[in-house]
C-alpha cells in the first residue's frame, strides 16, 4: 500500500469497530486494483456521531461504512436516503457528494440478493414462501430484498413477535404478503416453502444453534444463513447433508460492500475465490 497526496479515503464508523472485516475486504480491491487508496477502522463513540460524519469533507474522506450502533442513528444525520433504506429503518453506506453533502443507502439488500444469485443461481422467486427468521437489521434488508425479487409470501418468524410485526407493517408491500408466527412454529412454516433465511445470531460461535427441524422443507428449497462464523453453521450443514442447494453468510457480507467502493474509489469490484479466501484468512485468525 502506497500513501500520496492523491491518496482516497473511506472507512468505517462503529463503536467497536475492531471486529469488522471491511478494511480487509476494502483493502484487498485496493490492491487488486491498484487504486491509490486506504480504508480504515474508525472508532466512533454514539455521541461524537454527527461530529464524526460531518467531518468527513473537510478531512477529504469519500465516505464511509457504518456498523454497529450507528446504522440508524445516522438517519438523522445525513443529507438524503435513498427510498428503500429509509424504508429499512437503517443504512450502511455514506457517499460524500462533490457538493461536501453526505447521500446514504443501505446495500445489505444488493449483497443478500447478489449472494443469492451467486450461490443459487436456479433460485425461483415464485417456488414458494420464503421463511425469514429474525426481526433485525439484516431481516429488514433481507426481507426487503425478497420483496424486489418478487416473492409473494414471506413468512417472518421472531423469538419476540412485536419485532417482526413491525417489519411487516413497515415494508408492507401490494405484490408481497408478509405473515408473522410465533417462534415455536417455525418448523412448522418450512412446509411447502422456496426459501428459508436465518437472520439470527443464533448458530454463530458462543451462541446457542438455531435448533431448527427441516424435516417439513422440501429439498428444493434454499437455505441460507446470514451467520459466517463458522462458515459452516449446523442449519447450512445439515440442510446441505438432506440435498438442499445453500448460501453462506460471507458471500451477503462482500458484496454488500461493491456499491461503496465504486462509488469512493471509481472501480466496479468484483468478488472472487481469492478475495473469498483472504476474508476467511482473518476470520480465522481472530479466532
Not at 424504508?87 to 443469492?116: C, M, P, Q, Y
Not at 437455505?223 to 440435498?243: E, F, S
Request: hydrophobic share 45%; proline share 5%.
Amino acid at each position: 500500500m502506497r500513501i500520496t497526496g492523491r491518496t482516497r479515503l473511506a472507512g468505517i464508523m462503529g463503536s467497536p469497530v475492531s471486529h469488522s472485516r471491511s478494511p480487509a475486504l476494502h483493502n484487498f480491491w485496493l490492491d487488486e486494483y491498484g487504486v491509490d487508496g486506504v480504508y480504515v477502522p474508525l472508532a466512533v463513540a454514539p455521541d461524537r456521531l454527527e461530529t464524526a460524519l460531518r467531518a468527513l469533507p473537510a478531512l477529504g474522506f469519500r465516505g464511509c461504512n457504518l456498523t454497529i450502533p450507528h446504522k440508524q442513528a445516522a438517519l438523522a444525520i445525513v443529507d438524503s436516503v435513498e427510498p428503500m433504506a429509509r424504508r429499512i429503518g437503517a443504512i450502511n453506506t455514506v457517499v460524500v457528494t462533490a457538493d461536501g453533502k453526505l447521500t446514504a443507502s443501505n446495500t445489505d439488500v444488493f449483497g443478500f440478493r447478489e449472494n443469492l444469485r451467486d450461490c443459487a443461481p436456479d433460485w425461483n422467486a415464485h417456488a414458494g414462501p420464503a421463511v425469514v427468521l429474525g426481526a433485525g437489521g439484516a431481516a429488514r434488508a433481507i426481507v426487503a430484498a425478497l420483496i424486489q425479487e418478487g416473492v409473494s409470501e414471506i413468512r417472518l418468524v421472531n423469538r419476540t413477535s412485536a419485532r417482526a410485526q413491525a417489519i411487516a407493517e413497515d415494508l408492507a408491500d401490494a405484490k408481497s404478503a408478509i405473515s408473522v408466527a410465533a417462534w415455536a412454529k417455525r418448523a412448522a412454516l418450512l412446509e411447502g416453502a422456496g426459501i428459508v433465511v436465518n437472520t439470527t445470531s443464533l448458530g454463530m460461535t458462543g451462541e446457542p444453534d438455531l435448533g431448527l427441524d427441516l424435516a417439513a422443507l422440501p429439498k428444493t428449497a434454499v437455505v441460507a444463513d446470514i451467520v459466517y462464523v463458522p462458515l459452516d453453521t449446523t442449519l447450512l450443514t445439515t440442510a446441505r447433508t438432506r440435498g438442499n442447494r445453500v448460501v453462506d453468510g460471507l458471500g451477503m457480507l462482500l458484496h454488500q460492500g461493491r456499491p461503496g467502493f465504486e462509488a469512493w474509489f471509481g472501480t466496479p469490484p468484483r468478488v472472487t475465490r481469492e478475495l473469498r479466501a483472504s476474508v476467511l484468512t482473518t476470520l480465522s485468525a481472530a479466532r
